[in-house]
């Protein structure tokens, strides 16, 4: 069982279409991150959210930490073709040296 | 700055054979990382390093081992490869967390192209 629990697992949608990714757990994080990752890279970091209740917004991408640190939500408007990836949620507890990653979004948006 | 690269980036081995995959990063980072990256089960931490000369078990150490003799260079050794440890492998690292705000990059990891690893 993993730590970190994302969902869906794979999401296929239309250009222009909204969608959100959940990543759940009952562990309390003291940080949380999402990760995009294209075939054939390493992921790459998209935001970091710290405080409770935080919601943080990069262009169409909106990204939100649970109110006890336990969750987060990743939700796009107006997909695009570029956003097509893996999305990578991942936790840090206490000092931060080590992340717990979750299992992953992937998510294909059709033109 | 090339960041962190990895060599080789593929490689097929037959069981029981012995290999070393290099990670090196230019950034002067402190903190470097080894994962395995598997079908839904997102990456796993193999093993990690906080500096120079020392590293740390992270979830499924059995069947690696690792060195950091040198602070820009972390080495993943497989000393008898099994089936099971096919896999995508991904080094990172982090510098350390600097200022008492956290800002964007606040434990943000830095990750290599990986290294696509089939043993048969």
């Known amino acids: 069982t993993q730590l970190l629990e994302q969902s869906p697992q794979f999401l296929s949608i239309q250009e222009g279409e909204n969608l959100t990714v959940y990543c759940n757990s009952s562990s309390v994080f003291s940080s949380l991150q999402w990760y995009r990752q294209e075939p054939g890279e390493g992921p790459v970091l998209l935001v970091t959210?710290?405080?409770?209740?935080e919601v943080k917004k990069l262009k169409r991408l909106t990204f939100q930490f649970g109110d006890a640190r336990k969750d987060s939500s990743l939700h796009i408007t107006a997909a695009q073709p570029g956003d097509t990836g893996l999305y990578l949620c991942a936790g840090a507890q206490n000092a931060g040296n080590m992340l717990t990653f979750g299992g992953g979004t992937r998510l294909m948006v059709k033109p | 700055n090339a960041g962190v690269t990895q060599t080789p980036k593929f490689r097929v081995l037959k069981t029981g054979q012995s290999m070393t995959l290099l990670c090196a990063q230019d950034m002067n980072h402190e903190y470097m990382y080894w994962y395995r990256q598997d079908p839904g089960m997102g990456l796993r931490l193999i093993h990690y390093s906080v500096g120079e000369g020392t590293t740390a078990k992270g979830e499924v150490p059995d069947g690696y081992n690792v060195s950091r003799l040198k602070k820009q260079n972390f080495l993943l050794g497989l000393e008898s490869a099994a089936p099971s440890q096919t896999s995508v492998y991904f080094c990172?690292?982090?510098?350390?967390?600097?200022?008492?705000?956290?800002?964007?990059?606040?434990?943000?990891?830095?990750f290599g192209p990986g290294t696509r690893l089939t043993v048969l």
């Open positions: 959210v710290v405080t409770g209740g």
């Open positions: 990172a690292s982090r510098d350390l967390t600097s200022g008492r705000v956290p800002t964007r990059s606040y434990n943000e990891q830095f």
